[in-house]
């Protein structure tokens, strides 16, 4: 290169001067000069040429035979091949290097060229690692790309370039082999070895009629860490660890990797199946070597040969799609047929017992001179309620069995009627909460009344009905709003999340159930996604159960039905609607969660399960308190709070001492402050002057004398629930879990179990009785919620772990070939979820014919 532009300018020098001097100078005289340098520089070339040139020798060669040869930077050899490729059958060749010296200064060079393509690599083969650590291997084995053939048999030529820049001769063994096993068959096993720098990778061709199949790689070892990819049939194939993500689906993996694979995503109607051993085992979550970080140093890799088996197996078709759906869709219908079943057998059964009222031939004259001795007649209507629009067991308003029962009703049919309906009669204006809280007969005594040593459900349902509904429907319309601002980003997110991992092809962004992932469409896991139907169908069966019931409800009190008015829980749909939009809402976000499913987008899963925890909760307490209920904005405010815990708690939590010492406090403060306003039924002020009020009473009941609580009751539940919390905290401050989120969870269900068992104690314990369908709906969602809880803890996948070791937890399909066992949790959950939203809409039934002041608080 110098002597080429050294001669490019004395030529240019040349040519300038002759074009300067040609007024002066002759023009044989430039022409002499210009030939003379001319001869003088091609003459210095030729002696450079011959004298740095190299030896170049060219063998035949043949597949199966080892060359062991050496090589210098004085000569180069080329090893020329020849193989038959035909047209209908692909065979692979390998081309195996080993470096038999035991050091050199510079690398051998081996340059495969082909017809199509070109492969280089050097021996010894340096690859990197994290922190820029330099692994060097001296045994390389790459297999050849085979580029198709349009000819039916066709010979083709490859050579195998061997060079060094090494001075000293270097030693190498080459080996050309074919592999036997290239092409991949369908459920047929193939085993093999890979290490980082012998990669391996297979072609496999769509069989007719296939146009899915999943390709399984298993190995019986963890480590050493490796990663499996789909690549297009092209050339170059990216088979090393710095190389393998370019192009193609991939995924790491230890024992287990899967990938679903579309022949609509492949023109050529095949691929390869490429499978290359990581240089180090961080990101499969092994151990990272402490090496020290000196600059260039050279690092033993070691053994890092492993043993794996590939197969490919078809998936399955568009009839098990169908299947799948129709299976999805049919189960949660028929919840709705049976529902309508129900009502109209109940329907039918209150119409009869209706008949039979309205007939007194049909009563003994004993029974009948009995009710005239009261006041009443048999056909009374505000005796056994009204029955003209209760259409189902469900949505109706229970009666009593028998007229014996009519003797406990502990003669509320003496009041007036006129005295009832006062508040019916009034305008019906704008009200607020207040007006009624200030007023001097409501406030002079509510202290007094809510500290009584024995409430009823009378004592704390003073507040007009109006202004209540009011308070309770903002529940529903607070959620419904907080579901459309929480439902659309999500929605965006994770559309954005699937369309990463297609465009890309990391299968290690989402923690799938690869051996049951069924892909529709743009989406990777249809099964996992579609088996969330059941909590949208069933939220809005029961919104529909309730608006019923609301309606039946509300014909009663327009005819002041005294059942109605008087006696019973007090009816406040507010809450029930809420629950049935949380439970949808569940629903849509658990399938947004599981379009790609990992820890960033897990709160998604988890937030509506907060609410409805929440939400449960405040209607058991609702039931028995309903003046003195949390406000929407008070309960909304609360459960945020819960969500942004578990939000920090999912980025910082993990092994994060000083966020687990505070939020166990936290933890603590709130529920001795949520037992306190428990306790006293909100009569108790959190001021300056708490400390003192405290003391005082300590020092009076504990000092003075030694005086139980007021409230035995209460203070049960209280101590059980704080003993239950403040050993969650322990447990959460000692162990301190990953999933946070699941742990915050774990809090919110142990606090709704424990006050219902507590709830259903008190209700039995009070002479209170469960009806026969309320009791079916305990002990149908009791049972179903046993099978969904045992294939939750099945744990198909964890992104509590790497990606790769959570593929060790993933498992085949068990329901008709489409459904894994997250699919049956949908199932069940929301199955068991709805029975427990009718427990609760049931549960007092018994008590819709007795009067208010006889129902006790708890």
Not at 655 to 662: L, M, R
Request: charged fraction near 15%.
């Amino acid at each position: 290169m110098f002597l080429a532009s050294s001669f490019s300018l004395n030529k240019g020098d040349t040519m300038a001067k002759c074009w300067k001097s040609k007024p002066r100078l002759s023009p044989s005289l430039c022409s002499t000069s210009f030939l003379t340098r001319f001869l003088t520089v091609l003459l210095f070339t030729l002696h450079w040429v011959s004298s740095e040139s190299s030896d170049v020798v060219q063998k035949d060669a043949q597949f199966g035979v080892p060359y062991q040869d050496t090589v210098t930077s004085h000569n180069q050899t080329i090893y020329s091949f020849n193989h038959t490729v035909s047209r209908n059958k692909t065979e692979g060749v390998r081309v195996s290097v080993e470096l038999l010296s035991a050091s050199t200064k510079s690398p051998i060079l081996f340059v495969i060229r082909q017809k199509q393509a070109v492969l280089s690599f050097q021996v010894p083969l340096i690859l990197r690692g994290l922190y820029q650590r330099k692994y060097q291997y001296t045994q390389v084995g790459r297999t050849l790309c085979q580029p198709p053939t349009l000819a039916v048999a066709e010979t083709q030529f490859f050579y195998v370039d061997v060079s060094t820049l090494s001075t000293s001769t270097v030693h190498y063994r080459l080996q050309v082999s074919r592999v036997e096993s290239f092409t991949l068959q369908t459920d047929t096993k193939f085993t093999f070895n890979a290490t980082p720098s012998q990669p391996q990778f297979f072609k496999y061709v769509f069989p007719d009629g296939v146009d899915t199949v999943i390709v399984k790689v298993n190995s019986e070892k963890n480590f050493p860490c490796s990663v499996m990819s789909i690549q297009d049939i092209q050339c170059p194939v990216y088979d090393l660890d710095n190389n393998v993500a370019f192009i193609g689906m991939y995924q790491t993996m230890t024992k287990k990797g899967a990938i679903t694979v579309q022949r609509k995503d492949f023109p050529s109607n095949s691929f390869y199946v490429v499978v290359v051993v990581k240089t180090e085992d961080e990101a499969c979550g092994g151990p990272l070597k402490y090496y020290p970080l000196l600059p260039d140093e050279l690092l033993d890799a070691g053994n890092r040969s492993k043993t794996l088996d590939v197969v490919v197996y078809p998936a399955i078709d568009s009839e098990v799609y169908v299947m799948g759906m129709l299976f999805c869709l049919g189960i949660f219908l028929s919840f709705y047929v049976l529902t309508f079943l129900v009502a109209c057998i109940e329907n039918k059964r209150m119409n009869r017992k209706r008949e039979g009222f309205l007939k007194p031939g049909d009563m003994s004259p004993a029974e009948t001179a009995s009710l005239l001795g009261k006041g009443l007649t048999p056909a009374s209507p505000y005796e056994y309620g009204s029955f003209a629009d209760n259409g189902s067991t469900i949505s109706s308003e229970p009666v009593t069995d028998s007229l014996a029962s009519a003797e406990g009703n502990y003669g509320y049919m003496d009041r007036s009627l006129d005295t009832v309906g006062r508040c019916r009669q009034e305008s019906l204006s704008s009200v607020e909460e207040d007006d009624y809280d200030t007023l001097a007969d409501v406030d002079s005594d509510k202290n007094i009344v809510r500290t009584k040593k024995y409430l009823c459900v009378s004592d704390l349902a003073r507040k007009d009905k109006r202004v209540l509904n009011k308070k309770y429907q903002i529940y529903f319309w607070n959620i419904a709003t907080i579901a459309v601002f929480y439902a659309l980003p999500v929605i965006q997110l994770v559309i954005t999340y699937q369309t990463v991992v297609n465009v890309t092809g990391n299968q290690d962004i989402c923690y799938y159930n690869f051996l049951c992932a069924h892909p529709l469409g743009a989406l990777s896991s249809f099964n996992n996604i579609l088996s969330n139907l059941g909590y949208v169908m069933l939220g809005l069966l029961f919104l529909l159960i309730i608006l019923q019931r609301d309606i039946i409800h509300n014909r009663a009190l327009m005819r002041n039905d005294i059942n109605a008015l008087e006696c019973g829980i007090p009816k406040h749909f507010g809450l029930f609607y809420a629950m049935g939009t949380a439970l949808m809402m569940e629903g849509l976000l658990s399938a947004c969660y599981h379009v790609c499913p990992n820890y960033t987008n897990f709160q998604f899963d988890t937030s509506f399960m907060y609410m409805i925890a929440g939400l449960c909760m405040l209607k058991l307490y609702q039931k028995r308190h309903p003046d003195i209920n949390a406000s929407a904005y008070t309960a909304y405010a609360c459960l945020a709070a819960v969500i942004f815990f578990s939000v920090l708690g999912v980025v910082f939590g993990k092994g994060n001492t000083a966020f687990w010492i505070v939020f166990s406090v936290i933890h603590i403060l709130a529920t001795m402050l949520l037992s306190t306003q428990l306790y006293y039924m909100g009569r108790w002020r959190l001021d300056s002057g708490i400390l003192r009020r405290m003391l005082y009473l300590i020092y009076t009941d504990c000092i003075r004398q030694c005086s139980g609580p007021m409230y035995i009751d209460r203070m049960v539940l209280l101590v059980m629930g704080n003993i239950v919390n403040w050993s969650l905290a322990a447990y959460g401050l000692i162990k301190r879990p990953n999933d946070f989120a699941s742990y915050l969870l774990a809090i919110a269900i142990c606090n709704l179990l424990l006050y219902f068992a507590f709830y259903i104690i008190m209700k039995l314990r009070s002479g209170e009785r469960i009806k026969c369908l309320a009791l079916v709906c305990v002990l149908f969602t009791a049972v179903v919620w046993g099978f969904a809880l045992f294939f939750f803890f099945q744990g198909l996948s964890t992104w509590q772990k790497t990606p790769a070791e959570s593929r060790e937890h993933n498992r085949d399909c068990i329901l008709l070939s489409f459904f894994d066992d997250h699919d049956i949790w949908h199932f069940l959950s929301s199955i068991a979820m709805f029975g427990s939203f009718l427990v609760l809409l049931t549960m007092d039934d018994d008590l819709d014919t007795v009067q208010r002041d006889k129902i006790y608080v708890f």
